[in-house]
T-cell receptor
Framework: SQQGEEDPQALSIQEGENATMNCSYK?????LQWYRQNSGRGLVHLIL?????REKHSGRLRVTLDTSKKSSSLLITASRAADTASYFC????????????FGAGTRLFVKA | DAGVIQSPRHEVTEMGQEVTLRCKPI?????LFWYRQTMMRGLELLIY????????DSGMPEDRFSAKMPNASFSTLKIQPSEPRDSAVYFC?????????????FGPGTRLTVL
């Protein structure tokens, strides 16, 4: 399975601090994506990084990808209470089929 | 665009009853996905369609589950008969299907409770 596994499972920080979440996966990938899920809602796409990229930025988000270690990290800088949500990494393989596999997620709680 | 639309948003039913969940994907998207989310198992892909054709249903848990996509703007997920262990949030998602982007757009989900 190429399922991503997030670490930590839960994270609690103060508003203004940075939050770092990690994702590991098992097989070769085309790309890796991060999604956010607010309580009671569907997942929302945040950012995609391709297998030939090492780092990508989008606003307060920074994603890194290390294909040699099969791992990725999501950094949220200057966190806000509104960032409280679950964050999932999702991997899309480069072998046959069209499955994006989601990890178990990291629950982030940002205290105001 | 209104995004992916799912109905109903909440469904409470009794064991043994038939349940039908509905999804309208984003117009122009070629792929449609059905997921199930529980605390124990996380987010599981049940089945996905490409141009209305089921491509992979290996995630469908049992014969009690079936999914159809009669046209590009509508899909259903049916559970018959339903069981308490089917209680979960069911999400529908759609995407353009470009393998380089693969961004999926999720609906708000249907929270199913089987008593």
């Amino acid at each position: 399975s190429q399922q991503g596994e997030e670490d930590p499972q839960a994270l609690s920080i103060q508003e203004g601090e940075n939050a770092t979440m990690n994702c590991s996966y098992k097989t070769s990938i085309n790309n890796l994506q991060w999604y956010r899920q607010n309580s009671g809602r569907g997942l929302v796409h945040l950012i995609l990084i391709r297998s030939n990229e090492r780092e990508k930025h989008s606003g307060r988000l920074r994603v890194t990808l290390d294909t040699s270690k099969k791992s990725s990290s999501l950094l949220i800088t200057a966190s806000r209470a509104a960032d409280t949500a679950s964050y999932f990494c999702a991997t899309a393989g480069n072998t046959g089929g069209f499955k994006t596999i989601f990890g178990a997620g990291t629950r982030l709680f940002v205290k105001a | 665009d209104a995004g992916v639309i799912q109905s109903p948003r909440h469904e409470v039913t009794e064991m043994g009853q038939e349940v039908t969940l509905r999804c309208k994907p984003i117009s122009g998207h070629d792929y449609l996905f059905w997921y199930r989310q529980t605390m124990m198992r996380g987010l599981e892909l049940l089945i996905y369609f490409n141009n209305n054709v089921p491509i992979d249903d290996s995630g469908m848990p049992e014969d009690r589950f079936s999914a159809k996509m009669p046209n590009a703007s509508f899909s259903t997920l049916k559970i018959q008969p339903s069981e308490p262990r089917d209680s979960a949030v069911y999400f529908c998602a759609s995407s353009l299907g470009d393998r380089l982007t693969d961004t999926q757009y999720f609906g708000p989900g249907t929270r199913l409770t089987v008593l």
